[in-house]
Every structure is written in C-alpha cells, then in structure tokens.
C-alpha cells in the first residue's frame, strides 16, 4: 500500500511539473510594478486594487506580474528581467535609480505610468528636479492644476489606427478620477500621439468646491505616447475616498469601467509586445 501511495505521489509530482512547465512556455513577457503607497489615501486606495486586478489580467493573458515597493531595485540588472515597467505612483528619486530607468528606456524597455507617477511641482516635495523624464518623456512639464472632487469622465479616443485603441469605442465613460491639468500642450509635438482626451461633453468637470477645481472648457490629454520611447503615461489612479466622513473609505475604484480596463490591457498586451517603436 505504501508503494502505491509513492508511485502515486511520484505521478502527481510529474503531471504538476509538466503543467507548470506548459504554463510558463506560454507567458509572452513580464511586467514589474513599482509604488510607494505612503501618502495620499485615495493613491494608496488604487495601488491596493491595482496589484490584484494585474495579477488577474497576467494569468488571463499569459504574462506575468509582479510588483515591488523596493525602488531599489530599478536597477539594470534586476530590470533585465522584465519587458514592461509600470510606475503604479511616484517616480524614483535616487539620481542612479533615475538613470537606470533612462537606460532602460533608451535601449528598448517599455513602460506603463499611471496618474501621480506623472506629478512634479516645484517648491513641493515632488519637485520637477527630473528633466529628461517630465520635459523631453512625459511631454508635459509640470502639474498645473486639477479637477475635484474625483469623476467620471466622457473621454475620446484619438489616433484611431494606434493599437491600443483596439475595440475601444470613439467615446467612452471612465472610472472616477482626479484629473490633472499640465504646462505644457503636447499637440504641437511632432514625436508625441494623443490617445485618450477629455470630451467636450464632459465639461462641467469637477464638483468644487472651488471654482478652480471644476473645468468648463479646454483642451485636456489623458493618455498618450511617446513615439521615442515604447510607453504609454495614463492619467487614471486617484479613487474617490471619504474624507468629508472621516472614515476614509474608498467611493469609487479605478478598474469600474469595462472600456477603461480594455484600453488598459491594451497598453500592456502592445508594450508587452517584441517590437519596440511601432507606434
């Protein structure tokens, strides 16, 4: 009996190993997440739903996630185990740290930021001391303003023959946001391709209370890419959060609209991809 029960163990270990083996013959690429997930509550609140809904989209997709809060670790030799980086919030701050990511990028790395990942403001703790990254690869300098409280939003599709547009349609409704505002207007840009922008259906945007904090009218990019580099910047990843009831609860999630995710798995399936500039 206690022969069989082994012979029977030894064939479970082999089918384990075999379909374990299988399943990771069939991941087209890796992706690492970085966050720090210390200081806002509503940028905490996204993180925290955004690691599991990646990790599901991964086993969905045949690639795999991981994340990390060690920023440490963009570094080239742990970055040469991932095709795509994603910025879930922040950015690095260590200068070697900043310029591995460059390296990354310049030599073929894809990336994927979301939200906050593009905040710089001077005289704040996240000041725009970064040129390369917020001037010459987000595009748009520094934060000016933004929309409050955070909502949804009508937003259009633009450079329709891009593949991340894929079965998303011309207008669609997003997850609640904040949404930012820049300094700099990226349409005269040459190199950079609007994807996703406010529609003009959504004005008024925002609930106030200030008068600031609600657009009426304007020009507003929400994703785009660089045609220098294989990225995509994406202005979703600010929830709804009860601060008004100082419970702090989160009121809305990032991932409640069904066209936002798609164009979000989009982004990943095409950085993910084994060319690196056909955008």
């Known amino acids: 009996m206690q022969k069989l029960i082994w012979v029977f163990m030894i064939l479970i270990g082999i089918i384990y190993n075999q379909f374990h083996k299988l399943h990771y013959d069939k991941i087209k690429f890796n992706v690492i997440g970085f966050y720090t997930a210390e200081s806002d509550l509503a940028h905490i609140s996204f993180v925290n739903e955004a690691i599991p809904w990646f990790k599901q989209a991964a086993q969905k997709n045949n690639f795999r996630f991981e994340s990390t ?78 929309t409050w409280r955070p909502t949804t939003s009508i937003l259009k599709t633009e450079n329709m023959d891009h593949p991340v547009l894929n079965n998303i349609h011309h207008t669609f409704t997003s997850a609640p946001s904040e949404w930012y505002r820049w300094e700099k207007d990226l349409r005269p840009l040459s190199n950079f391709k609007i994807l996703l922008s406010v529609d003009s259906s959504s004005f008024p945007l925002g609930t106030g209370p200030k008068p600031s904090e609600i657009w009426h009218s304007g020009y507003y990019p929400i994703a785009w890419t660089n045609s220098n580099y294989k990225m995509v910047y994406c202005n979703f990843g600010h929830n709804d959060m009860d601060y008004e009831g100082k419970t702090n609860k989160t009121l809305s999630s990032t991932f409640s609209s ?22």
């Open 258 to 279: 069904d066209e936002q995710n798609q164009f979000i798995l989009n982004c990943l399936l095409w950085l993910g991809s084994s060319t690196r500039r056909d955008n």
């Open 69 to 146: 809060n060690q920023w440490k670790n963009l570094n080239e030799e742990f970055l040469k185990n991932y095709q795509v980086v994603v910025f879930l919030d922040t950015r690095p701050e260590n200068d070697s740290q900043r310029i591995a990511f460059q390296n990354y990028m310049d030599h073929g790395g894809a990336w994927l930021g979301f939200h906050f990942a593009g905040f710089a403001l001077n005289k704040s703790k996240y000041e725009q001391n970064w040129p390369w990254y917020h001037e010459s690869f987000l595009g748009v300098g520094q934060y000016k303003s933004n």
